[in-house]
């Protein structure tokens, strides 16, 4: 069904204000042949989640822009449209597959800034891709050359797609360092840190 654009924005507007969930006193409203943008600002993550919910309830609505609800789109670190958010009293659970861990962990750092975020359930999977039959040498050569990890004892290992780390860093920085270095290998899937730290 074809709605002026003023008509049409009205009956969103209307229908924002009749969600008692929602605080739509500073969303801005803009329809255009039934695409409708939403902009301004809502207390929640949650909130403008809902905000976008409503607007495609409306007849005559055919897709919702919400830049409030746009936190991952926005994370140049993740890949557009690979990771769904949904919220739940305040906790956001993200969906999705990415190529690398370091995707994955900039979903939910971009999530968990948003305010009214109590907390993040990170659900995102990584893609199967091919581990090099090298894995081991290659994350060996990356702690050889990273100055955080240089006095640690660091035994790398993998069974498939897992990497464990067993030995001693000096430092939690160096544990990290050297935690970060195994993701960053093609086709890890789940790095196992069985590091102590001695100072």
């Known amino acids: 069904m074809h709605k002026p654009n ?3 924005e009205s009956d969103v507007r209307d229908e924002l204000d009749w969600d008692y969930r929602v605080d739509d006193s500073r969303i ?19 909130e403008a989640m809902m905000a976008t919910d409503d607007a495609r309830s409306v007849s005559g609505v055919r897709d919702v822009d919400n830049e409030r609800a746009a936190a991952l789109d926005r994370d140049k670190f993740v ?5 769904t958010a949904t919220v739940l009293n305040g906790w956001v659970t993200l969906t999705g597959t990415v190529r690398n861990h370091f995707q ?3 979903a939910e750092h971009a ?6 975020v109590l907390g993040v359930n990170n659900d995102v999977s990584l893609t199967d891709e091919p581990i090099p039959s090298d ?3 290659r994350i060996n050569q990356a702690l050889r050359r990273n100055s955080v990890v240089d006095d640690s004892t660091i035994q790398v290992s ?34 196992v840190d069985r590091l102590m730290v001695v100072v």
């Open 135 to 137: 894995v081991v040498d």
């Open 158 to 191: 993998n069974e498939g797609h897992v990497i464990y780390l067993d030995g001693v860093t000096n430092s939690w920085a160096a544990k990290q360092a050297a935690e970060d270095t195994a993701w960053s290998a093609p086709g890890v899937s789940e790095v």
């Open 79 to 83: 890949p557009k449209g690979s990771v």
């Open 28 to 46: 801005e409203i803009k329809a255009d042949d039934g695409m409708i943008k939403l902009t301004g600002a809502v207390p929640t993550l949650e």
């Open 104 to 106: 994955r962990k900039a």
């Open 6 to 8: 003023n008509l049409l």
């Open 111 to 116: 999530v968990s800034r948003v305010q009214g």
